[in-house]
């Protein structure tokens, strides 16, 4: 009985709990970023375009960004994305790393 009205009061309510819960499935990330690796600084720049596919309007985006070579995490960086236009934005950044990574990958980690 707790049960159900535990859970009718989550449903009731959803749309408060719904802003705790950040959906990456929302981003398409598919179009592989562009990367230019310098060797001499040991630095990244990364271009990445993302659509956003679920119809949200998101502002104030953090995502973390994640540098990984044979599966191992070189390092991470946040960044911060203003708003999307046409439910487009990019990110543009360099990062200085141990060695050219062979994975990146991405986490919405705060909204507006």
Known sequence: MIGIILGMFIIVNLPL?????????????????????????KELTLIQNVTILNGYDYKDMVFEVDFYKNGQLLSAKDVYVGNATNGEFN???TVKLPEKPDDVTYE???FN
Do not use: A, E, H, M
């Open 108 to 110: 919405l980690k705060s």
């Open 91 to 93: 990110f543009n950044i």
């Open 17 to 41: 709990f719904s802003q705790f819960f950040i959906q990456d499935d929302g981003f398409d990330f598919y179009r592989g970023p562009v990367t230019d690796w310098n060797n001499s600084s």
